[in-house]
Structure formats: C-alpha cells, structure tokens
C-alpha cells in the first residue's frame, strides 16, 4: 500500500512559477514510478509527468520545456516545477505512484492560472 500527499498548488498569474510536491508512505518495497497527471474541468485526466526508474523523465508535448519532474527513491518523493504557467494549465493536479504493478493516487491540488 502507497499513500500519496501532495503540497504545493494555488492561485498565479500566467507566466509565474509554481511546485508541487509529494511524498510517498506506506508500507512497500520499491515504487517502479511516480509523477503526476491532471484533470480539467470537463476534461480527462491526462499524464503531465513521470519519473520511471532507470528511464528519463516523460512529459506531456503541452508541458515540455516549462515543466521539470524531479524524484528521489531514497526518500521517495517527487516535484514538479512549473514555470511560464498558462491559463490552460489550470486543473486538479493529481500525484500517482506505481508499484508491483497498482496504480496509486493522491487527493489532488488545485492549480488556477489566472489574471
């Protein structure tokens, strides 16, 4: 079992910056992947980034060079730095973890873009 928090989100303006953060619990023995997807209103949920061991990082065509995922095994912990943000980037922004093969996910954070 993996419990998955999430911190970080709020209100900016386009073109500011924003992290997000997570941290995995539980009891497991070696999380395959993490990374985060997001969910706009109306929208499906879709993959933004993720870290998988032993591969580079995967993102998003949207978010690609305005986005960068950052993990660390030993503490089991992943971010997401998003910088130039977008009205359009504006969405429930989920953490998710993969281990032995289920699928974890947090709460969510909101993440609005807008004047």
């Known amino acids: 079992q993996v419990q998955l928090v999430e911190s970080g989100g709020g209100l900016v303006q386009p073109g500011q910056s924003l992290r997000l953060s997570c941290a995995a619990s539980g009891s497991f023995s070696s999380i395959y992947g993490m990374g985060w997807y997001r969910q706009a209103p109306g929208k499906q949920r879709e993959l933004v980034a993720i870290?998988?061991?032993?591969?580079?990082?995967d993102y998003a065509n949207s978010v690609k060079g305005r986005f960068t995922i950052s993990r660390d095994t030993a503490k089991n912990t992943v971010t997401l730095q998003m910088t130039s943000l977008k009205p359009e980037d504006t969405a429930v922004y989920y953490c998710?973890?993969?281990?032995?093969?289920?699928?974890?996910w947090g709460q969510g954070t909101q993440v609005t873009v807008s004047f």
């Open positions: 998710y973890a993969i281990e032995l093969g289920v699928n974890y």
């Open positions: 870290k998988i061991s032993g591969r580079y990082p």
